[in-house]
């Protein structure tokens, strides 16, 4: 598989990246005074996540964060669980499509959309993440977390933030197994 690696740089992508085959990306903040390793996947960038490594999106280091301003497909609906790991922040303000399993072990901030495929689990575990959509944050329609599947809280801080309210349009399945969650 093809290793790539974002050194103290930052990466604008407003084209189209795939991980497939066993390639992964890797971010890494060499805690230098370079910089930050940041990957922004502008508004209208997409990544295509099939890669068969177990974390195809990972960093190292005390800066290293994705923005998603776009879309990020994240698995060819096989059913393999993938993770993002080791980052600074994931912050989602476009798309995930989660066709896949995903384990996103960081925190972040989210105002975009998780579309969560039936039979599949998003799993956020760890580090401090802050979900809010349009001031208010629903888990259906166009807003935050969306989908059939199953979305899993383990371990950090989930904090909503809106216009006072956090609304459960229709039924989802909804799994808190360590962690405050914050209205």
């Known amino acids: 598989g093809t290793f790539r690696s974002l050194l ?14 066993s390639g992964y990306l890797y971010l890494n903040d060499t805690g230098f005074a370079v910089g930050a ?37 994240w698995g060819d609906g096989t059913g393999a669980t993938r993770n993002i790991n080791g980052l600074t922040a994931f912050n989602n303000t ?16 989210d105002t975009g959309v998780y579309d969560v495929d039936i039979g599949k689990t998003l799993t956020f575990s760890g580090g401090a993440r802050s979900i809010s959509a349009n001031g208010l944050t629903t888990f259906t329609g166009s807003d935050a977390i969306q989908g059939a599947g199953q979305v899993r809280f383990l371990g950090g801080t989930l904090t909503f933030t809106g216009a006072g309210s956090t609304n459960a349009t229709t039924a989802i399945n909804l799994t808190v197994d360590s962690g405050p969650i914050v209205p």
């Open 8 to 21: 103290d740089k930052t990466w604008n992508n407003s084209g189209t990246v795939n991980l497939s085959g």
């Open 37 to 73: 390793a940041v990957f922004n996947n502008q508004l209208g960038g997409i990544i295509n996540v099939t890669s068969s490594n177990a974390t195809p999106l990972q960093g190292f280091g005390t800066s290293t964060t994705i923005n998603n301003a776009g879309t990020l497909n």
């Open 94 to 109: 476009g798309l995930v499509n989660v066709n896949d399993g995903l384990t996103v072990q960081t925190g972040g901030t």
